[in-house]
């Protein structure tokens, strides 16, 4: 369970960071509350199982499963997983939102997510990982999933996506991964996706480590392509990406109230369509995390967050704001 508490420090943007010209500045809600189940049949077969609230947020209301799968593992080179689960594709949404160093995925994540890319999504998936038992394991995913809109039951999408990623560990500590995706937008249409990302956590002292990361996505904006209604749009013109970088350090305290203090930040950049000019918008995030339990079955979490757009846009939420958020944590 995660619940909030979130404050917009900037005139007329309230706590959801929406345009207000009275707004309510502060809002206390639970995040996410979620029951999971993981089934281990034999040493082949597993399944899991995990129902969300809130329920997802989409075209389609009401829907709390977030992940269902079976896993068949034939060996550490081959497993095959089926039903609804998490895309392989960008390294920022993979990432589990508990173990995440700042409270949130960022926004060029979630351009991606709502826009038939990545998320929870129905398919089947191979994947496996070599030289596992050495410091240089190679890991891989392919994966064809449905495409469409996060939480729906039917595929509303032309055709399915293909996924694959590829992530190596040249170094102890150090991951270097490349993604890619295909998403058929209409019979004669085709967009498509990649990612690379870098993962860097090191100790440095018995007392203290760093945590790096840093990725940059692309692909073609596919809600903007279908709603233009122009008979000579062209796919080229309906670009999105955007990229990320954050470091994080992590002081091994080992007291009754806080096992581990975390300082950090995080630099995003999200344009929505790079072919048109002050768009785009970067996101700050600072951070001070208190792990009060191991494995943040307890976890304290402020963040600052400071959103710069290009051009703002009076009377919009398109306005440079600043917003406070601290996230309490438990997991049992």
Not at 228 to 241: A, C, P, Q, R, Y
Request: glycine letters at 8%; charged letters at 20%.
């Amino acid at each position: 369970m995660q619940a909030r508490y979130e404050t917009s420090l900037t005139d007329s943007i309230d706590a959801s960071g929406a345009f207000n010209p009275d707004p309510i500045k502060s809002n206390i809600r639970v995040r996410r509350a979620e029951l999971r189940a993981d089934m281990s049949l034999n040493d082949h077969w597993s399944g899991v199982i995990r129902i969300q609230f809130p329920e997802l947020k989409g075209t389609y209301p009401g829907r709390a499963i977030e992940l269902a799968y079976f896993n068949y593992k034939h060996s550490d080179e081959l497993e095959v997983r089926g039903g609804v689960f998490k895309a392989p594709f960008e390294w920022d949404e993979m990432s589990s939102h508990a173990e995440l160093p700042m409270i949130d995925h960022g926004p060029t994540d979630r351009l991606f997510q709502t826009g038939y890319y990545n998320s929870y999504q129905p398919g089947l998936m191979a994947t496996g990982t070599f030289m596992k038992s050495t410091t240089t394991p190679l890991t891989y995913y392919a994966a064809v999933i449905t495409g469409g809109e996060r939480g729906g039951n039917f595929d509303n999408t032309y055709g399915k996506n293909p996924v694959g990623r590829i992530e190596y560990t040249p170094v102890k500590g150090l991951r270097l991964a490349i993604n890619g995706e295909i998403a058929p937008i209409s019979k004669n249409v085709t967009g498509h996706a990649y990612e690379g990302d870098i993962v860097l956590k090191e100790k440095l002292t018995d007392l203290m480590n760093i945590w790096i990361e840093t990725e940059y996505v692309s692909g073609t904006n596919i809600v903007t392509y279908k709603a233009d209604t122009s008979d000579s749009k062209e796919l080229g013109n309906f670009k999105m990406d955007g990229y990320y970088a954050l470091g994080l350090l992590r002081f091994e305290l080992n007291k009754p109230w806080c096992k581990t203090l975390e300082v950090g930040g995080r630099y995003e950049f999200t344009d929505p369509n790079s072919t048109i000019s002050d768009n785009a918008y970067t996101t700050i995030t600072g951070n001070v995390g208190f792990v009060i339990l191991p494995d943040n079955d307890a976890r304290l979490q402020l963040n600052l967050v400071q959103t710069n757009f290009q051009k703002e846009m009076p009377g919009t939420a398109s306005k440079n704001n600043l917003a406070f958020v601290a996230q309490f944590q438990i997991k049992m």
